[in-house]
């Protein structure tokens, strides 16, 4: 299949088989839709359905790619509140066998034109291993979101990969506080030794105190629409 990266997907899916609408408009292909993502991330059919049942005109939002009445792909699109004109898509994906045809960029290019109709001038996502198929469609890496709209991004972004932030965020608080513990041990023990007339301890080593930062796994990638 050939297509213009800025084409209009509708247009070039004209006499084909493919198609992208908003879930909500066909409820009758939740379930399919619910398989096509379990087969890709692994969770209760009860969890994803109530997910997805969430899909409305005025966001969060499914899309999701027909080829004739079969769902094989899929993007939610949920707002940011505390960013202007923003969106966050995850849930990103095509069926196993319509890899490497480009439906992939199809999809994302009818996700772009369907948010900037609705004023949205900014699309973010979080990525692991799919940089270089973001990259291919224009997006380039961002800063990853500062606390307070990380604190929005956890409200739109799935279970799995929430908990998943949640855990690394845990085990980064963790290690600082045993750090720490650990400083205040060896400081008490110094002040005790200085007021008891025992010798002098040797000078204390430098305690390093790692800053340590917010070290997500994932990328944090975004376009501007124009
Ligand atoms: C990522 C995904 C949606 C891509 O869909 P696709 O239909 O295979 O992608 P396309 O065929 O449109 O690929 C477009 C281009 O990106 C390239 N590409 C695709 N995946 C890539 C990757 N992981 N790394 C580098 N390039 C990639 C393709 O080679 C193609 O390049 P070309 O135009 O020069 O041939 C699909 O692989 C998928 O569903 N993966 C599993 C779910 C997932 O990881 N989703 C992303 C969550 S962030």
Redesign the pocket.
């Known amino acids: 299949m050939s297509f213009d990266n800025f084409g209009n997907p509708r247009e070039i899916m004209k006499d084909t088989p493919y198609n992208i609408i908003p879930l909500h408009h066909r409820p009758e292909l939740i379930n399919q839709c619910c398989k096509l993502l379990n087969s ?1 991330w692994r969770r209760s059919d009860k969890a994803r359905l109530i997910s997805l049942s969430s899909s409305c005109d005025k966001f969060p939002t499914s899309l999701i790619l027909l080829d004739n009445d079969k769902v094989i792909g899929h993007c939610k699109i949920s707002l940011i509140p505390s960013i202007d004109d923003c969106c966050v898509i ?1 849930s ?3 069926s196993r066998e ?9 999809l994302l290019r009818g996700v772009e034109q369907y948010v900037a109709k609705r004023g949205i001038k900014q699309v973010l ?9 973001y990259r ?2 224009g997006y380039s890496i961002s800063e990853p979101l500062n606390l307070y709209t990380l604190m929005e991004y956890m409200n739109s972004i799935n279970d799995i990969d929430k908990e998943k932030e949640i855990n690394l965020i845990k085990n980064i608080i963790i290690e600082n506080n045993k750090n720490n513990n650990n400083n205040n041990e060896r400081r008490k023990e110094i002040q005790k030794n200085a007021f008891s007339g025992a010798p002098t301890p040797p000078p204390l080593p430098n305690f390093i105190e790692k800053k340590r930062q917010y070290e997500s796994p994932y990328t944090y990638m975004c376009k501007k629409l124009s």
């Open positions: 890709e995850e990103f994906m095509i319509n890899r490497s045809q480009g439906l992939g960029s199809i996502l979080t990525t692991r291993d799919q940089e270089g198929f291919k469609n």
